[in-house]
């Protein structure tokens, strides 16, 4: 039974490409499959594959949050992109 008070984190699959080099892995709860995620996520959470979340979301009653510090992180990168 999957507590609903703790999070689920979206991930993408170790075979995608990120701009952080420094993901952890995990695997998707629903499917096995290998997925990367930043090392700050809240613990515990939920690891679910971004594949199975498309088909478990409902937009009409699931919310969806970014942490401060993966918008920090992204917007820093975006930044030396341009350097
Ligand atoms: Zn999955």
Same mark, same amino acid.
């Given at each position: ?27 998707? !709860? ?5 997925? /990367? ?22 937009? !009409? ?7 401060? !510090? ?10 030396? /992109?341009?350097?």
């Amino acid at each position: 039974m999957i507590d609903d008070e703790i999070p689920f984190i979206v991930c993408i699959s170790t075979d995608e490409w990120s701009m952080f080099t420094d993901n952890e892995v995990g695997t998707c !709860e629903e499917c096995g499959g290998a997925v /990367q995620h930043r090392p700050h996520i809240p613990r515990p959470s939920h690891l679910i594959c971004l594949a199975c979340w498309k088909d478990l979301f409902d937009p !009409e009653t699931d919310d969806i949050m970014v942490t401060v !510090e993966t918008i920090r992180e992204i917007l820093d990168w975006r930044r030396k /992109q341009r350097h």
